[in-house]
T-cell receptor, first 109, second 116 residues
Framework: AQRVTQPEKLLSVFKGAPVELKCNYS??????LFWYVQYSRQRLQLLLR??SRESIKGFTADLNKGETSFHLKKPFAQEEDSAMYYC???????????FGKGTRLHILP | EAQVTQNPRYLITVTGKKLTVTCSQN?????MSWYRQDPGLGLRQIYY???????DKGDVPEGYKVSRKEKRNFPLILESPSPNQTSLYFC???????????????FGPGTRLTVT
């Protein structure tokens, strides 16, 4: 079954420390993977897509097909990074995107 | 400005009173969907539509209806709301296209619904 797993509900990190938000997926084909972010009282926004291999707001995410993972990383956390982060998988067949349950990132001063 | 709008943003209603949450996008997107967001459960898809007059059930369709008579609008209908439908609802749209990120979704601002 297709599935996206974000094992951490809450991640607290000190400002300036490295951040890694974990995402594992289960899918037999070649999916498209995304990270979405939701800041307090705001709508969801796209943060990263694996196919672009870009860095946004200092975040990067590498697709590891062997480990079926798409972890989100940032070397030095900033207070404005506090938000809810969702990993999402798009199988590319019937447009049914699959979201993980989300991880709340809390940056400590 | 390209955007997805939802109305109302906040709604408190009583059990059994029919309601509609509207969703509209101005990007000529073919694909639209509705999600509900609940603590501990994250985002779950309710219904989606790949084009006008084409709708399909998502993961949690029970108690909801949708329609897609026009490309830009995708209303969510609760015929007889119940307290377990108290949630934060998001509408989203996207346009499949060739190249990178072809399934990026644009989200509306959310509708917070409370059913008492």
């Amino acid at each position: 079954a297709q599935r996206v797993t974000q094992p951490e509900k809450l991640l607290s990190v000190f400002k300036g420390a490295p951040v890694e938000l974990k995402c594992n997926y289960s899918y037999s084909g070649s999916p498209e993977l995304f990270w979405y972010v939701q800041y307090s009282r705001q709508r969801l926004q796209l943060l990263l897509r694996h196919i672009s291999r870009e860095s946004i707001k200092g975040f990067t995410a590498d697709l590891n097909k062997g480990e079926t993972s798409f972890h989100l990383k940032k070397p030095f956390a900033q207070e404005e990074d506090s938000a809810m982060y969702y990993c999402a998988l798009f199988p590319g067949r019937d447009d049914k995107i699959i979201f993980g349950k989300g991880t709340r990132l809390h940056i400590l001063p | 400005e390209a955007q997805v709008t939802q109305n109302p943003r906040y709604l408190i209603t009583v059990t059994g009173k029919k309601l509609t949450v509207t969703c509209s996008q101005n990007m000529n997107h073919e694909y639209m969907s509705w999600y509900r967001q609940d603590p501990g459960l994250g985002l779950r898809q309710i219904y989606y539509s790949m084009n006008v007059e084409v709708t399909d059930k998502g993961d949690v369709p029970e108690g909801y209806k949708v329609s897609r008579k026009e490309k830009r609008n995708f209303p969510l209908i609760l015929e007889s709301p119940s307290p377990n439908q108290t949630s934060l609802y998001f509408c989203a749209s996207s346009q499949p296209r060739q190249g990178s990120g072809r399934y990026e979704q644009y989200f509306g601002p959310g509708t917070r619904l409370t059913v008492t």
